[in-house]
């Protein structure tokens, strides 16, 4: 629950704050949260978690953490990592790709069921950071949810009764239904009173190759059941979500970021998933890309991408750049960058990754103006002597 200062029934102020957010937004369409301050009688009600988080001065250059490393022994070499380097910023998971919270919040909590104890002590972990002058985003992954489309399924896709499954045994969560978007929202919410100075929402989108089952499996339409097609119903869904979310989170004065595919910046956009990047950029304070080399077919006239990281990353920047400087008010690009080996594509068709490819995209990125990055290792271990600032 929020604490305000001063206030007896704090509701009447978010209610105040959500209006004169909406007039703001009114008079000045897209205008950032950093740009908009509230009236000076009221900043005393922005909720405060006690800790004292400053977004870096030259920009967040992160790593992603998972639960398990975050509450286990990985910490502390995580730590020495950023202490001893030019990272700065640790990307946490709190709702995990399964759906489960990382920690155990209080007792009787509704999402106490769906939590693992992997962080054990939140307090003890926020006020490390705190000490170590690391800035903390929450990773919340929203629509691919198999803990919530199991436990109840009229909120997922069903296929002849069943939740449905992709390939990979994972469930999705029906992103048209507002329920959905609460649930999360709410998660979102707990995460910025344990002091978090960044909600990051990852899988903002249906399941990739919606559009080939959307007329086949069973599930609502909420609020988008007329006017547009399909489609388009899709990109209005996954959008106003996201505007929502930020709308919800402005009194707890956290930055709203989205991960997003690298590819939707490359075309109008992606209606089988329901993702625009223009319209979803429009809404978030950060965008972050997933631009890992691995992960593109030929593309920009690279045959094999894997191979070409600086060509890649610099080929994908300037096109990136140029949709957003289309945009009244273009958000923070942070790029998700590539630390992994991606064995996985066979011989020839990919290579070793380490320092010098890390460094590589980042002087990619730096050269066409784009300071910050996010190092993605899905099992935490980031490569030794990398220079982050090349």
Known sequence: MLCFFGLVGPYSVQAEQTE????????NKLMTKKEFELPENLVRFVYNSGYTFEYPEDGVRGVYVTGNSAGGERFNSLLELLNNTELNSMVIDIKDDHGYLTYRPEEGSPYHDISQNFIGNPEKLMKTLEDNNIYPIARIVVFKD???AEKKPELSFKDNGKVWKNGRGEAFVN????????????IAKKAAELGFKEIQFDYVRFPEGFER??????YEGGDYTDGENNAQRRVAAVTDFVAYAREELSPYGVDVSVDIFGYAATITEAPGIGQNFSKISENVDVISS?????????????????????????????VENEVLSGLDNPPTSRPWIQDFTASWLGSGNYKRYGSEEVEAQIRALNEQGINEFLLWNASNRYSDGVNYKP
Not at 175 to 186: A, G, H, Q, S
Not at 295 to 315: R, S, V
């Open 146 to 148: 198999t803990v919530l």
């Open 175 to 186: 992103p048209f239904l507002k329920e959905v978007w609460d649930y999360n929202i709410t």
């Open 290 to 318: 997933m631009i890992y080399p691995s992960h593109w077919t030929p593309y920009f006239g690279i045959d094999k991408p894997d191979l070409y990281p600086y060509e890649l990353t610099k080929a994908y920047a300037k």
């Open 20 to 27: 004169l957010l909406k007039a703001k937004e009114h008079q």
């Open 213 to 218: 089952r959307d007329e086949v499996l069973e």
